[in-house]
């Protein structure tokens, strides 16, 4: 059954989209002015939180400033002395030189508590603060320390003191202090850059206002709302709070606390008016709503218009390159220009990706290459491995079937290779199997093939042969050529080679059993001492038979079953025992005693002994 519409095109799709986009317009304009609230809100709490943030670190700056100097302070010998005449006037003559802090007064007082000197003159007799928080804690922690809100001894007006324990020989022998006005440190506030309608304050532990901006006096030295109290001094991370302010106005508030050396010391105290978000929010409503049904207008217009360049055509050409990649042809791509549109960027990374595939595919090709090529060749000499060599010679075989020809087997074994490499070294063994393997292929013929078996044997497949006796000239050709010296870097090596034949049809028609027999009469030829020898099938018998006495020589060791005799040596001319003869014989338990003739090669050539 056919359907009854057509299929949409991407340009009826686009405006689609935009229609329905357009009909939950009025849904859109309130969540877009709901999020916008949200988002200056949320602006607005950041700023506020940064700003307080950042005030905060300027006091911690301002009270690490005044620790060093009270520091330096401390170290003058006329201060720590409590010479009197001298430290008064020490410390008057610090007031004007210290002018960023605007300090109302200097004094020091001993361990009890009592104004020992000062930079202002007190003409009613001595001050004593043992009673004071602030001077109990810096002797008891050994500290510097800040006071809260407080009402000077001295000068009777709403200060703050800064204090720092003066220890000579680790022991507390009095206290310097630096005092501050309210007025002062309000003062000093004042360069703080504040958004308009926000109000500024820092607060002690107590929740007292030190400082207020904009300035008001009648709050200084006084409890801020108490709401705003138990929220912020709970915490000694910076926070934001709604609350109603002194003047009944609701703000938005960020509170940061003032930390020096890991102590609370005061908290910042921001307010911004919540009304002066709302506004805000309310004008970008009325810019939403005119944005949005123009760019409405304008999409529809624009949409119809330029769809085709824009979309349509480079989709099409997207969409082409994507079959023509998908069909196998790598080389494909899009013939779109970049730029900077979402297409753009689409085709460049189609093109990317088509290129890295084309690349993959050729670094998969190449490396698929050279795994096959290590999976059939060996490393060293570049020859075909034995797994090649079983793949070869089936193909080999079979042709010969159907052509009625001989193929032989030739397998080599270099003499002496054992000593030559365990006396030269494995770099010379190296070099000497490889400048073998390359004689073999240069001696034989162009279609024999020549595959490294193993350690220091190869193995020769001479296909098309008429008769056996082409394959013995050739191996006599290669006997020749492997027997010659060869000479790697100045060490002249002389070897030579044994070689066991086997041939098809004649001794099998399977390509192991083919190998297999041509090792057998390459031992041979060991025990031999000749050059090359055919196998014959009683090879293969005694071969077995060996293999059979060896494993019995071998049980032999580990029973004990060998003994040794000892058989005197008479002279003659005198009768007289000259020497003794060792005899070693086998107690077979099933053979009775065997002689040493029947077993000493044997045990030689397996190296059982």
Known sequence: MKSWHRPLTLRLRLILIIFLAAIPAVGLLIYSSINEYENRWQHASDNLLSLSELAATSQSKIL????????????????????????????????????????????????????ECGALPFASGRISIQDRPYFQTALAERRFVVSGFLISKLTGSSTIAFVLPIIRDEQVTGIVTSTATLETLTSMASEIKLPVGADFSIIDQQGIVLVRQPYNPDILGKPI??????????????????????????RLYSIAPVLYEGHPIFHVIIGLDKDRLISEAKKSLVFNLTAVLSIIGLVFLGTW????????????????????????????????????????????????????????????????????????????????????????????LDEAKNTGTQVAVLFFDLDRFRVINDSLGHFFGDQLLIAAAERLVKCLRQNDVVARFGGDEYVAVLPGLKTSTEASRLAKVAVTCLSEPYVIQTERINTSASVGISIYPTDSTDSATLIKYAEVAMRRVKESHSKYQFFSKEMNTEAVQRLA?????????????????????????????????????????????????????????????
């Open 64 to 115: 690490h400033g005044i620790h060093n100097l009270l520091i330096a302070i401390s170290k003058i010998p006329v201060v720590y002395k409590f010479e009197s005449s001298a430290c008064d006037a020490y410390l008057a003559s610090l007031l004007p030189g210290y002018v960023q802090y605007q300090f109302e007064s200097f004094s020091v007082y001993n361990s009890a508590g009592i104004r």
């Open 225 to 250: 709302s108490r709401d705003i109290i138990a929220k912020s001094l709970n915490g000694a991370i910076p926070r934001l709070i709604e609350s109603t302010g002194d003047d009944g106005v609701e």
């Open 305 to 396: 218009l330029l769809s085709k360049k824009l979309v349509i055509t480079p989709a099409s050409q997207l969409i082409r390159a994507a079959q023509q990649v998908g069909g196998g042809n790598l080389k494909t791509r899009t013939n779109i220009d970049y730029g900077t549109g979402e297409i753009g960027q689409l085709a460049r990374q189609f093109d990317e990706m088509t290129t890295a595939l084309e690349q993959r595919e050729q670094e998969f090709e190449a490396a698929y290459q050279r795994a096959e090529y290590l999976a059939l060749h060996d490393e060293l000499t570049r020859l075909p491995n034995r797994r090649a060599l079983g793949k070869k010679l089936s193909g080999y």
């Open 549 to 609: 006495l060896e494993n019995e020589l071998r049980r032999a060791l580990e029973q004990g079953e060998l003994a040794l005799f000892y058989q005197p040596q008479v002279r003659l001319k005198d009768n007289r025992v000259s020497g003794a003869e060792a005899l070693i014989r086998w107690h077979h338990p099933t053979k009775g005693i065997i002689g040493p003739a029947a077993f000493i090669q044997l045990s030689t050539l397996s190296k059982v002994f």
